[in-house]
T-cell receptor, first 116, second 115 residues
């Protein structure tokens, strides 16, 4: 079984400042990692994912994340945030021992608030 | 465009009533999932299905059931609604592309209130 920890429940950031949202995971097997964004009153939208290969993953809206196996982390970063980035961000993990039938385990989410 | 829809988007019901939430996807995905979202818990898996006639229990399945009679639909039923089941419910479906890329897509959610 795997688990995900998002240590920061809320992160306020000034507009145009950089941001890092932290995600740590626990698993006894190899994993896939995901970041999803949820805008107010909407469903979840995939930001980026790490399946294999390069540990630096680039996603939509200028976000990127780096997979660090030794630290079991997958932190999300953006060099300059905008008001439109205000949303809830979820980190998720799945193991790929059953390829094609993965189930996601989600963290509790981080609410990113951009301050004008 | 292919999509995943949920209905109703909002539902208010009374304790003890049976409630069914609909989920319909037009991607022809084999895998479908139901989650509930609660403050402080993120999304938790209720039930999932890997294909027609296949259903499996997730982390928080007590009080819920699903059935899969075709590829497109996975309705979620609350047999006897309880106040603890007040939540936002998300349906999802997933695919593995020809290049091995795994992606799970989410519906817009159903906000259920049990009074």
């Amino acid at each position: 079984a795997q688990s995900v920890t998002q240590l920061d429940s809320q992160v306020p950031v000034f507009e145009e400042a950089p941001v890092e949202l932290r995600c740590n995971y626990s698993s006894s097997v190899s994993v896939y990692l995901f970041w999803y964004v949820q805008y107010p009153n909407q469903g979840l939208q995939l930001l980026l994912k790490y399946l294999s290969g390069s540990t630096l993953v680039k996603g939509i809206n200028g976000f990127e994340a780096e997979f660090n196996k030794s630290q079991t982390s997958f932190h999300l970063r953006k060099p300059s945030v905008h008001i439109s980035d205000t949303a809830e961000y979820f980190c998720a993990v799945s193991d790929h021992t059953n390829f094609g039938n993965e189930k996601l385990t989600f963290g509790t989410g981080t609410r990113l608030t951009i301050i004008p | 465009d292919a999509e995943i829809t949920q209905s109703p988007r909002h539902k208010i019901t009374e304790t003890g009533r049976q409630v069914t939430l609909a989920c319909h996807q037009t991607w022809n995905h084999n895998n479908m999932f139901w989650y509930r979202q609660d403050l402080g818990h993120g999304l938790r898996l209720i039930h999932y299905s890997y294909g027609v006639q296949d259903t499996n229990k997730g982390e928080v399945s007590d009080g819920y059931s699903v059935s899969r009679s075709n590829t497109e639909d996975l309705p979620l039923t609350l047999e006897s609604a309880a106040s603890s089941q007040t939540s936002v419910y998300f349906c999802a479906s997933s695919e593995v592309s020809a290049s091995g890329q795994y992606t799970q897509y989410f519906g817009p959610g159903t906000r259920l209130t049990v009074l």
